[in-house]
């Protein structure tokens, strides 16, 4: 047979059990100014990680370190080209950022060249291995960096080279008996 409980008593229950809970949960400690409330609030909110700000990519021409514009060269020649540049952003020069060649350029088989690292607002040397075509006359190879996304930025570098015609040897006479 069963027994009903009356209602006042299973309040009476409840209202205990709750009570005997809240007694064995901890309360967290107090810190002078915060209330309990409020620590245990912040303990459990995390805010969401700050997104990175945007950088600009940038590059200005300082100077020609090696190979001033209208340098002679000789057909078959293999030369180094270094320029001084600025990083004129604000975005760091890391793995991805390249040297590319500007196409048509006659001293360069369009590989592109990793830009040394540099930090934002400090200057870097760029550099290139060209070889001299073996036309004559006036040659002009262009680059540009470009950052890991494929975007050109900057001002472009060039090299001006004068490439003076073949030099042939007039033939040698031979001395008549």
């Known amino acids: 047979m069963r027994r009903l409980i009356p209602?006042?008593?299973?309040l009476s229950w409840s209202l205990a059990a709750c009570a005997s809970q809240q007694q064995a949960t901890p309360t967290p400690p107090v810190r002078s100014g915060?209330?309990?409330?409020?620590?245990?609030?912040?303990?459990?909110?995390?805010?969401?990680?700050?997104?990175?700000?945007?950088?600009?990519?940038?590059?200005?021409?300082?100077?020609?370190?090696t190979l001033p514009d209208g340098s002679s060269a000789a057909p078959g020649d293999q030369l180094v080209k270094q320029w001084s540049v600025q990083n004129s952003g604000s975005c760091d020069w890391g793995p991805g950022y390249r040297l590319v060649p500007i196409l048509p350029n006659p001293l360069d088989?369009?590989?592109?060249?990793?830009?040394?690292?540099?930090?934002?607002?400090?200057?870097a040397m760029w550099q290139v291995t060209v070889q001299v075509p073996e036309a004559s006359g006036e040659v002009i190879g262009r680059w540009q960096a470009q950052n890991p996304d494929?975007?050109?930025?900057?001002?472009?570098?060039?090299?001006?080279?004068?490439?003076?015609?073949?030099t042939t040897l007039p033939p040698t006479s031979s001395p008549t008996p």
């Open 34 to 65: 915060v209330s309990t409330a409020q620590t245990a609030v912040t303990s459990q909110v995390s805010l969401p990680p700050t997104p990175p700000t945007d950088c600009v990519d940038d590059a200005a021409f300082v100077n020609d370190l």
């Open 109 to 123: 088989d369009t590989h592109p060249m990793a830009l040394y690292p540099a930090r934002a607002g400090t200057q």
């Open 150 to 166: 494929g975007v050109a930025f900057g001002q472009e570098v060039y090299v001006v080279l004068n490439v003076a015609p073949p």
């Open 7 to 10: 209602a006042s008593l299973l």
